[in-house]
């Protein structure tokens, strides 16, 4: 009995063993786990380290949160032209190359390394700010202030010579006075122009034009510096800039407007007709003076690719946004695309007196509607004007709109580019282009069909609909 229990105690003692033991293999595992966790996270880092690295203050992470305050940036990020641009790291370094190098010196470049895959693309201390919605109240409050001095003038851009009068009856006004609006920035649209469609001299039926840019001030005048020198130099060399004291911004188009018809009404009275529009159009100036054969000038003309029935925007995000106490009415009256359109110098006048008794809206084209509707002129819609561009019609979708052909039948083209509107130039005065329909030997084969004096009622309505069409 004695022998039983001694070789019972025995075996129970080597079973606590190999229980201890696979004890003890468990609790290994999971240390080695837990390690293999740690190691993977970086938390076994040193805490003395994470202070030398917040401490160091000429490491690219301090410059970047303490930039706002010092008005830096760091050479990873793109800097505004107003803002000073530190040298980059990399210049540094070759500079110093012959210097010798410390132990903390090294071992200071090895951590800034480790910490430039970590680094912040974007630093949160010099976040630009969003440009504040537009203040209509404030537009309100000043919109009584519409005379503003006009700083360059052509006085005699409407006085083209003596050798032009063949009678005493006969003006020395122009034919068609080109009115362009541009901004101090665009002398490439202004070139263009001037060496294509806005063309100087005399044209077919014997007829002159001129051509004159209206701008006004730059609002950034920290991205053309030199913006005063510029139009001086240009206006001494074309004789084409009429400048004026008022910020050059979209809602003072309306602006723009009202002084370019005082100019007229003071300095060119005896224009027939007048083209006004964009800089990024295209314009067949000789498919308009066929359009204006036996109009004449002396009665009311306003013609161009009118709009009817639109609704004023609401929508805040959109740049034609109007709010109701600004507008309150439920439609504006018709207007026309302000990307080009045509009027005679007799509604000119007209509208340089009406335009100053309507109170002044900051959409152009809809304020120059309010003024037609004062004199009670109805514009006329031509098909030729195209401000909206070009649409592809969905049943022709291999339809080439760029084509000089499809070209060579409008007057006015909208949203073009300077390299698309000197190509289409050179395109359609190239004596070698040959059009299927053209069957005229003549230089000038375009003719309209309608007559003048269309008007728009019963023409589509437009609305918000977008037709805009990029090339």
């Known amino acids: ?45 040193p805490m003395w380290k994470l202070e030398i690295h917040s401490s160091t203050s000429s490491s690219r992470t301090l410059l970047g949160t303490n930039r706002a ?11 505004s032209p107003s803002e000073p641009q530190l040298p ?6 070759k500079s110093k190359a012959s210097q010798p190098k410390s132990k903390s010196h090294v071992k200071s470049k090895r951590k800034s390394k480790s910490r430039q895959k970590n680094a912040p693309t974007k630093p949160t201390g010099n976040v630009l700010p969003t440009m504040p ?39 020395t006004a122009p034919y068609m006075l080109i009115a362009v609006k541009s901004i101090a920035a665009d002398f490439d649209k202004r070139q263009v122009v001037r060496r294509t469609w806005g063309k100087e001299g005399r044209f077919q039926y014997d007829v002159s034009i001129r051509t004159v840019f209206l701008l006004g001030v730059p609002r950034n005048r920290t991205a053309l510096p ?28 309306t602006l723009k407007e009202t002084h370019f018809l005082l100019w007229v009404n003071s300095s060119c009275p005896d224009v027939k007709f007048i083209f006004k529009g964009d800089a990024d159009v295209y314009v067949n100036v000789e498919n308009i003076l066929e359009m204006l054969q036996g109009v004449k000038p002396e009665e009311d003309l306003f013609v161009g690719d009118i709009i009817i029935h639109a609704k004023p ?5 959109s740049k034609y946004y109007v709010p109701e106490f600004m507008y309150g009415g439920g439609l504006y009256p018709n207007y026309a695309g302000g990307g080009g359109f045509v009027m005679s110098g007799h509604t000119a006048r007209r509208l340089s007196s009406a335009c100053q008794q309507v109170e002044l809206f900051p959409i152009d084209d809809v304020f120059l509607g309010m003024c037609l509707q004062l004199i009670g002129v ?39 580019s300077v390299p698309q509107i000197w190509l289409m130039w050179n395109l359609l005065h190239d004596p070698k282009l040959s059009c299927r329909n053209r069957t005229s030997p003549t230089s000038w084969p375009f003719k309209w069909k309608e007559k003048m004096g269309h008007t728009i009622e019963g023409e589509i309505d437009y609305g918000e609909k977008q037709i805009f069409t990029a090339h």
């Open 1 to 45: 009995m004695a022998r039983k229990m001694g070789t019972l105690r025995r075996i129970l003692y080597v079973k606590g063993d190999v229980m201890c033991t696979m004890l003890l293999l468990i609790l290994f595992c999971l240390l080695l786990y837990a390690h293999q966790v740690v190691v993977s996270s970086g938390w076994d880092r």
């Open 69 to 79: 305050k010092m008005g830096l940036e760091s050479p990873e990020t793109p800097t």
């Open 88 to 93: 980059s790291c990399k210049s540094q370094s």
């Open 133 to 171: 919605p537009f203040d209509f109240e404030r537009y309100l409050r000043e919109k009584d202030n519409r005379n503003f001095k006009l700083l360059i003038d052509q006085p005699q851009k409407c006085h083209i010579g003596g050798e032009e009068k063949s009678d005493a009856d006969s003006t």
């Open 226 to 253: 030199l913006w005063e020198q510029l139009l001086t130099y240009e206006s001494q060399m074309f004789g084409d800039i009429l400048l004026w004291d008022f910020e050059d911004t979209f809602f003072n188009l």
């Open 313 to 317: 925007i609401r929508r805040r995000s």
């Open 378 to 416: 109805k514009p006329s819609r031509h098909q030729g004007f195209r401000t909206f561009g070009i649409p592809r019609p969905s049943a022709a979708p291999h339809l080439q709109t760029f084509d000089p052909c499809f070209y060579r039948e409008l007057m006015v083209v909208h949203s073009l």
